[in-house]
């Protein structure tokens, strides 16, 4: 086991040396570049040519990426330009990452919660009203895009019926104490429950248009592994002993069908932050997402390449817990 997380430490090692040197590239070959975001309409010759000496732009291409990399594993990655100006773009990521992981977390729970049960389900009762509906509601979950089915609960529920807030991560008017940027977690650790009950109450809507995806991806790969796993001869022959309905479904259906669905539910964490973009933009969240997409519309270079590289980052690991998780229930994949 400790030889295959170790090899596993190593390739996700190669997978960031690899990124890190295609996102160098990528933001060197934007239009403007890192000088023009700075100096804007007032750029001279005189003054390009000053701040790309001070910034080192002037030196070779591999000098550069040295120097970047060598920035990067002390952790700085300069000055925000645009989306706070002069705070360190490192400082913005951690901010705004405790938002992020919030919804994340409800988006997956929502969808593994719904997800696993409704695709065993559904694949228990093959081809019945349950299944056909199940089926249907997926592909609308699929079909629908992130943002449109955001505005539309946006205004259903928070506009129309003013059952839900509209937007943000907390009323203004709840006076809360910050320990760990985790708003549901700060009001619990110091007892201001009503503040941990607003910041839950701002989570429902931008954690389901955020789950509809990962709900409906789940769904279907646990109906069809398990439906896969219900035509196995050692299905019918565990029947045939007389096991009991619980002990098949939890050590031979279930327990095979998780193989496919734990690396889906993995590839779906990772995923999570594409989503999160358009999720925090109507919802105006202020996690990783929206900071993204600021970055982008501002050419704020030094955000954007520290969001990038700790998006691939939390996705390269998230896939290597995957990975350990799939090694322990399948001890062949150690072998392999």
Same mark, same amino acid.
């Given at each position: 086991?400790?030889?295959?997380?170790?090899?596993?430490?190593?390739?996700?090692?190669?997978?960031?040396?690899?990124?890190?040197?295609?996102?160098?590239?990528?933001?060197?070959?934007?239009?403007?570049?890192?000088?023009?975001?700075?100096?804007?309409?007032?750029?001279?010759?005189?003054?390009?040519?000053?701040?790309?000496?001070?910034?080192?732009?002037?030196?070779?291409?591999?000098?550069?990426?040295?120097?970047?990399?060598?920035?990067?594993?002390?952790?700085?990655?300069?000055?925000?330009?645009?989306?706070?100006?002069?705070?360190?773009?490192?400082?913005?990521?951690?901010?705004?990452?405790?938002?992020?992981?919030?919804?994340?977390?409800?988006?997956?729970?929502?969808?593994?919660?719904?997800?696993?049960?409704?695709?065993?389900?559904?694949?228990?009762?093959?081809?019945?009203?349950?299944?056909?509906?199940?089926?249907?509601?997926?592909?609308?979950?699929?079909?629908?895009?992130?943002?449109?089915?955001?505005?539309?609960?946006?205004?259903?529920?928070?506009?129309? +019926?003013?059952?839900?807030?509209?937007? /943000?991560? #907390?009323? !203004?008017?709840?006076? $809360?104490?910050? %320990?760990?940027?985790?708003? &549901?977690?700060?009001?619990?650790?110091?007892?201001?429950?009503?503040?941990?009950?607003?910041?839950?109450?701002?989570?429902?809507?931008?954690?389901?248009?955020?789950?509809?995806?990962?709900?409906?991806?789940?769904?279907?790969?646990?109906?069809?592994?398990?439906?896969?796993?219900?035509?196995?001869?050692?299905?019918?022959?565990?029947?045939?002993?007389?096991?009991?309905?619980?002990?098949?479904?939890?050590?031979?259906?279930?327990?095979?069908?998780? +193989?496919?669905?734990?690396?889906?539910? /993995?590839? #779906?964490? !990772?995923?999570?932050? $594409?989503?999160? %973009?358009?999720?925090?933009? &109507?919802?105006?969240?202020?996690?990783?997402?929206?900071?993204?997409?600021?970055?982008?519309?501002?050419?704020?270079?030094?955000?954007?390449?520290?969001?990038?590289?700790?998006?691939?980052?939390?996705?390269?690991?998230?896939?290597?817990?995957?990975?350990?998780?799939?090694?322990?229930?399948?001890?062949?994949?150690?072998?392999?």
């Amino acid at each position: 086991m400790l030889r295959f997380i170790v090899r596993r430490l190593v390739q996700m090692v190669g997978v960031l040396v690899v990124l890190s040197l295609l996102l160098f590239l990528w933001l060197r070959s934007l239009p403007g570049g890192t000088v023009s975001a700075i100096l804007g309409e007032r750029a001279t010759p005189q003054s390009r040519a000053a701040m790309e000496a001070q910034f080192g732009l002037d030196q070779p291409i591999w000098v550069q990426y040295g120097k970047f990399v060598g920035r990067v594993l002390q952790g700085d990655f300069g000055p925000s330009t645009s989306v706070l100006p002069g705070t360190d773009a490192l400082t913005i990521f951690f901010q705004r990452l405790p938002a992020t992981i919030e919804l994340s977390f409800f988006a997956m729970l929502i969808a593994i919660a719904l997800g696993i049960p409704l695709g065993y389900f559904a694949a228990r009762r093959r081809a019945s009203l349950l299944d056909n509906a199940s089926v249907i509601f997926s592909l609308v979950g699929i079909a629908i895009p992130v943002f449109f089915l955001a505005f539309l609960l946006k205004y259903v529920f928070a506009i129309k +019926l003013g059952w839900l807030p509209v937007s /943000g991560r #907390q009323s !203004g008017d709840v006076d $809360a104490t910050r %320990v760990t940027g985790f708003f &549901v977690i700060d009001g619990l650790i110091t007892r201001e429950f009503d503040a941990s009950w607003d910041a839950l109450k701002h989570l429902v809507l931008p954690s389901i248009a955020l789950a509809s995806i990962p709900f409906a991806v789940i769904f279907r790969i646990t109906r069809a592994s398990v439906l896969d796993v219900l035509d196995e001869d050692y299905i019918r022959t565990a029947e045939s002993k007389g096991l009991t309905n619980r002990v098949i479904r939890g050590r031979h259906i279930l327990r095979n069908a998780m +193989l496919p669905v734990t690396t889906t539910i /993995g590839l #779906q964490i !990772g995923a999570l932050l $594409a989503g999160a %973009v358009l999720t925090e933009r &109507v919802f105006s969240f202020g996690g990783l997402g929206e900071a993204l997409a600021l970055s982008f519309e501002r050419r704020d270079y030094p955000v954007l390449q520290v969001l990038i590289l700790a998006a691939a980052a939390i996705y390269v690991l998230v896939n290597l817990l995957v990975d350990i998780m799939y090694a322990v229930i399948d001890p062949r994949v150690r072998t392999r």
